[in-house]
């Protein structure tokens, strides 16, 4: 039999290409045009698949969502809480050129919409009441997308001359860059145990 002159194309390998691409470029960068020459075939083809830019966005979104874990809500609030935001933030940690897409909000997307329905219902059940839980699941969110969007530490450079004469406070801020990647976890670590701690504290008063 004689092989397709068309590449074979399946959504699957369509959302790996879009991904890489936005890992790359950013996600302004993401064009149909540009993602058809990526996979070698025409952008007709590629609408037989994602009728829409945004339809295939969803489905990249839904794709890193799947990576969130919410299942320790059966273990009480305050696991649950801690297990969702550190792996929704592990999620992300690799793609953070999607992160403004995902910030916008669930939409209609199922995996998206499951683990806020797992995180609401998970809250209230442990006594919060509909409205905290909800200000709870939006702070939570705050945290996590703040954390993946940008690195607090490699915003510093390295110089440490920059500081000595005017910012004496910052002696040691040339540090930063060299241990970005454990300073940004703990830091994150600290705001979401500190931020959970304080949860705990107003349900019990």
């Not at 369509?14 to 058809?36: H, T």
């Not at 075939?41 to 979104?61: C, I, M, Q, R």
């Not at 860059?177 to 349900?203: C, K």
Request: glycine fraction near 10%.
């Amino acid at each position: 039999m004689p092989r397709p002159t068309t590449p074979l194309l399946s959504q699957a390998g369509i959302r790996a290409a879009a991904l890489e691409i936005i890992d790359r470029d950013g996600l302004d960068g993401l064009s149909m045009r540009k993602l058809a020459t990526a996979l070698s075939v025409s952008a007709p083809a590629l609408y037989f698949h994602y009728p829409t830019k945004e339809h295939l966005l969803d489905d990249v979104a839904s794709e890193i969502m799947e990576q969130v874990e919410v299942g320790a809500f059966a273990q009480g609030w305050r696991a649950g809480l801690l297990g969702w935001a550190r792996s929704y933030r592990a999620a992300l940690a690799g793609h953070p050129n999607i992160v403004p897409f995902l910030a916008r909000g669930p939409g209609q997307r199922d995996a998206s919409l499951r683990r806020a329905d797992a995180v609401h219902g998970g809250l209230v059940a442990a006594g919060w009441s509909p409205r905290d839980a909800t200000m709870i699941g939006a702070s939570t969110k705050y945290l996590v997308v703040g954390a993946a969007m940008g690195s607090f530490s490699r915003g510093f450079v390295d110089d440490v001359q920059v500081y000595l004469d005017r910012y004496p406070a910052l002696g040691d801020a040339h540090r930063l860059r060299e241990h970005a990647d454990q300073v940004d976890r703990d830091s994150f670590e600290f705001a979401l145990v500190t931020f959970v701690d304080g949860l705990a504290a107003r349900l019990a008063a």
